[in-house]
Every structure is written in C-alpha cells, then in structure tokens.
C-alpha cells in the first residue's frame, strides 16, 4: 500500500470513499477547491492489490447509500484508492485579521473497511499534519468529530494527541453533536 500526495486524478475516486465511508458528503467542486488551493495537503493511501472491500455498510452512509459506487475505485488501470484525507488551510475570511489564519482543517479522512486497523488512518494524518505546518506554516490544525465515532476519536485523541475543545450541539445534520478538536503544531518535530 502506497500513501502519496492527492492529485486531481485521485479525486472521484476520493469523493467515491467518501459517499461510501461517512454521511458527510461534498459537491464535486468541494473536492477540486481543495487540491487546487492547497495542493500539498491532501493524501491517498492506494494498492494494486486485488481484495475487495467487503460489505457495504448502509448506516455508515446513512441517507446518501443509493448514491454510492461500492465498487472499488481505480485511479488509474490496476491502482486502487483505499483511503484518503482531505485538508485544507483557514480560508475564513474573519480569520485572515487573526493568527487563526494560519490554521489548518481536515475535512475528511476515511479508509475503505478491509484496509482498516493496518495504521493507514494514522500515516494519512501524520503527512496532512507535517504538510499543514511544513509547507503552510500552520500552527495547529481543527477537525470535528462525531460523539459515537469510537475508531476516530481514538486515533484523533489518543493516538495523533489532538485535545478536545468543545462539544458543538446538533453539529451534524441529523442533529448529533461534534466534538470540536485541534492539535497544536510542534514546528520542531
Ligand atoms: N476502535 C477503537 N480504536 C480504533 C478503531 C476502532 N474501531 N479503529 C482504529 N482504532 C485505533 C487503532 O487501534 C489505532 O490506535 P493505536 O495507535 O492505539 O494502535 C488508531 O486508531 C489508528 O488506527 P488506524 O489503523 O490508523 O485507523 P484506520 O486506518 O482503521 O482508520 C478510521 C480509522 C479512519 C476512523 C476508519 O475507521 C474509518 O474510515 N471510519 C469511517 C469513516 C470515519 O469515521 N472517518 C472519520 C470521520 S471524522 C473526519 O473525517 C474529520
């Protein structure tokens, strides 16, 4: 399994894991304005390898499981997307007065399920975390995070150290709260 650098050619592939990963989904363009604008941010963990990505899980993707492809996704002849992260920088007009200008945010991560628990996640994270500080001097980086999400929370809080700020009330569409997390970048690791 490789992790490298998204690309353009990555992202229906991208937008494919998604709508088949998490509720939360983005138009098309959502996913262009992010490797556009920040083109070293964001990563894709891929295989050539041939095993499938084993049963569709419908609560997972709540409403949007019609629209799902759940056919593994080839981003090119014989590679196959497992995971991605999708980050960017503050683009917040009101924070461009601040330091908070110079925070990074991940949109999404997610990897498909037979690839999960092999420490992707984490090596997806690790290189949008350096990315974020090396090449886009932020100094900590924002994620939400929904209450029940067990696997994610562990990685985020225990693993990656990200600390909990907040718990955002009916952050999420069907009114489930967040919790608002951030990491604060160490310039020197
Ligand atoms: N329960 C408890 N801990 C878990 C679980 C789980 N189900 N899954 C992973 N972890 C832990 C691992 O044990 C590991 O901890 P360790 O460092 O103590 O060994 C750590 O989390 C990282 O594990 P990885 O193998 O790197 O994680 P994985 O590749 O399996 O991906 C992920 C984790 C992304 C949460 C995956 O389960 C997934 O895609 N879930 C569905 C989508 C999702 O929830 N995405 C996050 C939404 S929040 C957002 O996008 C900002």
Request: aromatic content about 10%.
């Amino acid at each position: 399994i490789t992790i490298r650098r998204a690309t353009i050619e990555d992202m229906l592939c991208m937008q494919n894991a998604n709508l088949h990963n998490l509720p939360e989904n983005y138009l098309f363009k959502y996913y262009m304005y992010h490797v556009l604008s920040w083109p070293e941010a964001s990563f894709v963990a891929t295989t050539t390898d041939d095993v499938g990505f084993g049963e569709f899980d419908e609560l997972a993707a709540g409403a949007n499981a019609s629209r799902c492809k759940c056919d593994p996704c080839y981003v090119r002849p014989g590679e196959k997307l497992v995971g991605y992260v999708l980050a960017k920088m503050n683009d917040d007009p009101a924070a461009a007065q601040s330091q908070d200008a110079l925070n990074g945010h991940i949109t999404s991560l997610s990897v498909m399920r037979t690839y999960r628990r092999m420490g992707l996640a984490e090596k997806l994270m690790r290189q949008a975390l350096f990315a974020l500080s090396e090449v886009y001097k932020a100094n900590f980086v924002s994620l939400h995070v929904r209450n029940s999400n067990r696997a994610a929370l562990h990685l985020y809080r225990d693993t990656l150290e990200f600390e909990v700020l907040d718990v955002e009330k009916s952050y999420y569409l069907d009114g489930e709260d967040a919790y608002a997390m951030k990491k604060v970048l160490d310039t020197d690791e």
